[in-house]
Nanobody, 123 residues
Framework: VQLVESGGGSVQAGGSLRLSCAAS????????MGWFRQAPGKEREFVGA????????EVADPVKGRFTISRDNAKNTVYLQMNSLKPEDTAVYYC?????????????????WGQGTQVTVSS
């Protein structure tokens, strides 16, 4: 599986961005997908994840109510809709896939990582 993220960029606080992650290779619709982020000088942190069918998803507390994760298995793509962005959301965002149908918040349980896309939120 290869993952390619897109949609990052610079935005002012309060704005929105939608990240996309296109997957190629193995049976995308069989796997859980997720997003992590890493800000300068900080550890990588879980942002959200969605199970194979899209019925079950989870987002981290810092982004709850502002970020939504979704997927389109027909397009082999997972999305992260980010609204009401804050400067503290500034980070490199990584798309991940887990060769399992279930989601997890642990970065160590994801098998493939994308190259990352930069999101910068200015105040």
């Amino acid at each position: 599986v290869q993952l390619v993220e897109s949609g990052g960029g610079s935005v002012q606080a309060g704005g929105s961005l939608r990240l996309s992650c296109a997957a190629s290779g193995r049976a995308f619709s069989s796997y859980a997908m997720g997003w992590f982020r890493q800000a300068p000088g900080k550890e990588r942190e879980f942002v959200g994840a969605i199970n194979w069918s899209g019925i079950s998803s989870e987002v981290a507390d810092p982004v709850k109510g502002r970020f939504t994760i979704s997927r389109d298995n027909a397009k082999n793509t997972v999305y992260l809709q980010m609204n009401s962005l804050k400067p503290e959301d500034t980070a490199v965002y990584y798309c991940v896939v887990r060769f399992d149908v279930r989601i997890t918040t642990s970065e160590y349980e994801y098998d493939v990582w994308g190259q990352g896309t930069q999101v910068t939120v200015s105040s």
